[in-house]
C-alpha cells in the first residue's frame, strides 16, 4: 500500500555533493520515520540517517558533519543532502519509512527501490 520513490543518485568526483529525495505515497495515516540506509555488493546494509516525525535526527559515524536528513511532512517526502562526498560513500541508498497504515494499526516498514551513488573521479 505504500511506495516509496528515490530520485536523485548519480556519479560525483570526490568532495563533490549530491541531494537525494524520497516520496512516500499511498494510503498512508502517519508517517512515525523515514530514513536512508546504504549498501555495497557483499556487505550489510547500514544507516546512513533518520528522522522522526517530531523533528529528532540520527547518523551513522561515517557520515556526521558531512551528511544532513530532513523532512517535508506536507509532501511526505524526506532528503538527504550529501556533501563532501569520499569514494567510501559510494553504494546503494535505499529510502525507508515506518509507517502506520490504520488509526489503531501496527507500524510496518518499507523500503524503495535504492538509488546508486558513486563517488569517483
Known amino acids: 500500500q505504500v511506495q516509496l520513490v528515490e530520485s536523485g543518485g548519480g556519479l560525483v568526483q570526490p568532495g563533490g555533493s549530491l541531494r537525494l529525495s524520497c516520496v512516500a505515497s499511498?494510503?498512508?495515516?502517519?508517517?512515525?520515520?523515514m530514513g536512508w540506509y546504504r549498501q555495497v555488493p557483499g556487505n550489510e546494509r547500514e544507516l546512513v540517517a533518520r528522522?522522526?516525525?517530531?523533528?529528532?535526527?540520527s547518523y551513522g559515524d561515517s557520515v556526521k558533519g558531512r551528511f544532513t536528513i530532513s523532512l517535508d511532512n506536507a509532501k511526505n517526502t524526506v532528503y538527504l543532502q550529501m556533501n563532501s562526498l569520499k569514494p567510501e560513500d559510494t553504494a546503494v541508498y535505499y529510502c525507508?519509512?515506518?509507517?502506520?497504515?490504520?488509526?489503531?494499526?501496527?507500524?510496518?516498514?518499507?523500503w524503495g527501490q535504492g538509488t546508486q551513488v558513486t563517488v569517483s573521479s
Open positions: 525507508t519509512t515506518d509507517v502506520k497504515l490504520k488509526v489503531d494499526g501496527p507500524f510496518f516498514r518499507y
Open positions: 499511498g494510503s498512508i495515516f502517519s508517517i512515525a520515520v
Open positions: 528522522i522522526i516525525n517530531g523533528g529528532g535526527t
